[in-house]
């Protein structure tokens, strides 16, 4: 995606904001050719047996650390360099079987996974996404090898989520072949262990010395770099989280990646890509939650009977089984855009981390309370996973900032076609060719609706759910573009809404097209199981979108503000009986 700056390459999730179901971005399902299939049994094989011979969790938690015979065990198997080609000594992995072999990782460990996906999913992405044929050469070979990790250094005491606020400064010396790179980064992953840094500072750019942001690649031996103390956190224990300080460090020109003062696009680009590592762990997370929470209610009597036999448990497995299926759906269809090299992916990676970290967060909150007692112990896992799991919600862009991503991405093609449309209501006679597509275009959205064709007949209802709330995405973008204008930024509450719809119907089509690609391949009989969670999922969350969709006109929004705006003068609760 790197190389094609195209504007017309095209976006599902992007279109469905604009009106238009672009079937063929996700039918049929995504499939990995048989041979990186079988290469990707024999790399999770060898995964499983490791983990089961030389890796304790609980120690890793309880230490704070990842043993170096447990590192070097994965850099042997590979692991470092999945998705770094071969011919720099990687495995060359596409995104589908990176994410897998991911999956599984988390489902063991999530300190090794969150290490591993701070090296590759992040850490070393800028040098494979934009890095110069020469740079690729001096470090992805040990990076690849683990001889050398990789780490991620954006976020800065002022500058969260808010990445184009960093004040990290890198200047052009007076020899012209050196910038002096100054400032600091914090919550760094790898921060104590990694000696290969892609770091992002301002540089001055053109006549005026306009502040831009430039992507750097930065190593530990450099003079004048240090790391500082490991951040004690609630999870993800055995992960190495520090600050780290740049303090006049000479950095060659030729450790620029990419372009000068394009640093903000190319951290945009591979937060887009490692978001989906992140999803994909929490995936593996899931599945381990179910299996425990299954086991234990299969085994644990009460009333003289396993707890597996009573109905609000079964409601709690069922929903951990269907939210699993959904997200594992949607994953591996935003991976195959991925593989496929010519599709917008952005909004469909900040969808499935939003949907599946939260997703992981309900699992384990479900499996807290299905083990009871024993779930808050420290003898027994579930608290463990419970603290590795939060950080999931923050991780690569809040879940509240990224909301307001997939919807304001989603809106922006479509507000610019609507501010033509009202620059030719000023001009009527001259803009008459504008106004008539659009009359035409919104009479056509009105009393037609688009579908998703040739879907076979066990899932025409899901079919005609999805292009009905399609439709009602599109109606309220209108709507609230119409009514706020360029004021809609502010406008959170209803923000929050449409990404929610967005991220349902980019679940139910997933969930559709894999069910359907299921069902061609085989037969209907042979997936039952299957289709009985899609169409679970499926009915929960059209109904979602209905209520999101009448609540964008009719809410108690206002309510909120004022409740809030009390609060803060009270600076809390200041009731009392």
């Known amino acids: 995606m790197a190389s094609n700056d195209a504007k017309d390459i095209k976006s599902f999730s992007k279109c469905l904001f604009a009106g238009s179901i672009e079937q063929s971005l996700i039918s049929p399902f995504p499939k990995m050719d048989e041979e990186e299939q079988e290469n990707l049994k024999l790399v999770l094989d060898s995964i499983r047996q490791f983990m089961k011979d030389q890796v304790d969790p609980a120690a890793i938690d309880q230490k704070g650390e990842i043993p170096d015979e447990v590192i070097k065990g994965l850099a042997e198997i590979g692991l470092f360099g999945m998705s770094i080609p071969e011919e720099y000594g990687g495995y060359g992995f596409s995104s589908t079987a990176y994410n897998r072999v991911f999956e599984e990782l988390a489902g063991a460990d999530a300190s090794l996974a ?4 701070g090296h590759q999913s992040i850490g070393l992405k800028a040098l494979l996404l934009y890095g110069s044929e020469e740079q690729k050469k001096k470090y992805l070979p040990e990076l690849a090898s683990g001889e050398s990790l990789a780490a991620f250094a954006l976020t800065e005491p002022g500058a969260g989520s808010d990445a184009a606020g960093i004040q990290s400064m890198a ?4 020899d012209n072949e050196h910038y002096i790179l100054n400032g600091s980064k914090i919550w760094t992953t790898n921060g104590g262990i990694a000696d290969f840094f892609t770091v992002f500072a301002k540089t001055p750019i053109g006549e ?12 530990r031996d450099m003079e004048g770099f240090s790391s500082g103390k490991e951040e004690e956190k609630l999870g993800i224990h055995g992960s190495s989280t520090t600050e780290i300080t740049f303090d006049n460090i000479k950095v060659p020109k030729e450790n620029v990646i990419g372009t000068v003062g394009k640093g903000f696009k190319v951290a945009m680009e591979v937060l887009n890509s490692g978001r989906l590592g992140l999803a994909a762990g929490c995936v593996g997370g899931m599945k381990q939650l179910l ?7 299969k085994n644990r009597k009460q009333f003289n009977a ?4 009573f109905e609000m448990i079964q409601e709690k497995i069922s929903q951990m089984a269907v939210d699993t299926f959904a997200a594992e759906s949607m994953i591996y269809l935003t991976t195959g855009l991925i593989d496929r090299g010519d599709v917008d992916y952005s909004i469909e990676s900040a969808i499935c981390k939003v949907y599946v970290s939260e997703a992981l967060w309900r699992t384990v909150n479900e499996t807290m309370q299905i083990a009871g007692g024993i779930g808050y112990s420290k003898e027994y896992p579930y608290e463990r996973y419970l603290r590795d799991s939060r950080i999931n919600l923050i991780f690569e862009g809040t879940n509240e900032v990224l909301r307001l991503f997939i919807s304001l991405a989603g809106m922006q093609e479509h507000g610019e076609y609507l501010k033509k449309v009202g620059k030719a209501l000023q001009n009527p006679l001259a803009q008459l ?3 008539t597509d659009y009359a035409i275009s919104r009479l056509r959205r009105r009393v037609a609706t688009e579908k998703l064709s040739n879907v076979h007949e066990a899932l025409h209802n899901e079919a005609d759910k999805f292009a009905e709330y399609a439709k009602q ?3 309220a973008v209108e709507r609230v573009l119409s009514k706020y204008r360029k004021e809609i930024i502010e406008q959170e509450f209803l923000l929050h809404r449409i ?12 969930v559709v097209s894999r069910l359907d690609s299921m069902i061609k391949a085989s037969d209907v009989n042979a997936v039952q199981r299957e289709l009985t969670i899609g169409k679970t999922f499926c009915e929960e969350a059209w109904r979602r979108i209905r209520r999101n969709s009448r609540q964008i006109d009719n809410n108690i929004d206002s309510w909120r503000r004022q409740i809030a705006t009390h609060s803060y003068e009270a600076n809390g609760y200041d009731f009392d009986l």
């Open 291 to 297: 299996a425990m929470s299954v086991d234990h209610a």
């Open 433 to 435: 060719g504008i106004l």
């Open 306 to 309: 396993p707890i597996a036999k």
């Open 499 to 510: 990404a929610d719809m967005a991220i349902d119907l980019y679940a139910m089509a997933a």
């Open 208 to 219: 005026n010395e306009e502040k831009k942001i430039t992507a750097f690649i930065v190593t």
């Open 473 to 475: 995405l599109h109606f």
């Open 171 to 174: 200047i052009p010396d007076d």
């Open 114 to 117: 969150v290490t591993l996906g």
